[in-house]
């Protein structure tokens, strides 16, 4: 089967729908098929831009292929008669972030048209696709917003055989992009509440501005020799070495749509994960006290969830094979991920 996998690319940003992206493509021609990825060029600023973002996408023509699976917004917009969505991301400052006051999109009757121009372009696209799947947080999203169902679809861990459990040396890893969603800068004010844990953030920012905001906001909190910035594109191999030799993984991101690829890596490597009680897709398997630590997005609570897990060893070590466990009976794998995608 020849095998188009469509997403968007917003140019030098590399997360986790790029990562799956990659692995799909490498698992569908592992599969014998022919496989190929386009990324459409997207950009969301300025807002009144996204009309043409849409249109463009809708425009596109796919010929010679057998079978489409769309990703992201607005690449998932393309027609094609055998066009499966894989949903990742709709355009989130349309829906739960524009609620949230977090969006671009002014609350006037412009950025209303906006907002029905995109919900009504969604729908269409969602209507009209062959299947609909989406992972956990995005298949609630749909539902609330545009009245839809989707087949729940989770991505598995890529590369587990990188991960496994090594002696912890005391410090808590974060690893993935870092951005403001992402609330490193909330993990750096918690370490001022935390004071055993030493904390290594690693991963590629979106802007050049970052790293100096963030070794600034140490300096600030009196916490710069406890903190290890490693802001850049790590290689696989470096990320689970960081991961298989942490006593915890901390991941907090606001209302993540899928447990996420930080996630599984920590459970792989039976590390437990530090998160907060607003991130979403997450706490689908990250429990208090059973596979990690919850607690409010405050840095007085996420600094006292750390410092537990770096003065309780025992505890964290405990969690972290919990955590194993439950990745195992979750059953993850590329094999049942194809079957759906490819019936």
Known sequence: MKVLVLSNRVPFVHGGAEELTVHLIRQLR?????????????????????YDEMLIAK????????????????????????????????YRQAYDLYDAGQTDI????????????????????????HRLFAIAEARKRL????????????????????????????????????????????LIRALRHAPSVRLVVAGPVEDGETQARL????????????????????????????????????YIPFQEDSVGYVTLEAFQASKPVVTADDTGGVLSIVRDNETGFVS?????????????????????????????????????????VLSRLLS
């Open 59 to 90: 425009q596109l023509r796919v010929a010679n292929v057998d079978r489409v699976i769309a990703l992201k917004y607005p690449a998932y917009l393309v027609e094609h008669p055998c066009k499966v969505v894989w949903l990742l991301h709709q």
């Open 143 to 186: 539902k609330r917003y545009n009245g839809l169902d989707a087949e729940e679809l989770s991505a598995p861990l890529n590369d587990p055989e990188l991960f496994s459990c090594r002696p912890a040396e005391g410090y808590i890893f974060a690893g993935g992009r870092v951005n403001d969603g992402k609330r490193q800068s909330l």
């Open 215 to 250: 070794i600034a906001l140490a300096e600030a909190h009196g916490v710069a020799d406890r903190l290890t910035l490693d802001l850049r594109f790590l290689e696989r191999t470096e990320i689970a070495d960081l991961v298989n030799r942490s006593t915890a993984v901390a």
């Open 30 to 50: 592992a599969a014998g098929h022919e496989a190929e990825a386009v990324r459409i060029p997207f950009t969301w600023t300025p807002y009144g831009r996204l």
């Open 106 to 129: 002014p609350p006037n009757e412009e950025g209303e048209t906006l907002r029905r121009a995109i919900r009504t372009a969604d729908e269409q696209a969602f209507t009209g696709a």
């Open 296 to 336: 409010e997005p405050t840095p007085e609570a996420i600094g006292a969830s750390m410092e537990r897990a770096i003065a309780e060893p025992e505890t964290s070590r405990e969690l972290g094979l919990n955590a194993r466990e439950r990745l195992e009976e979750l059953d993850l794998s590329w094999s049942k």
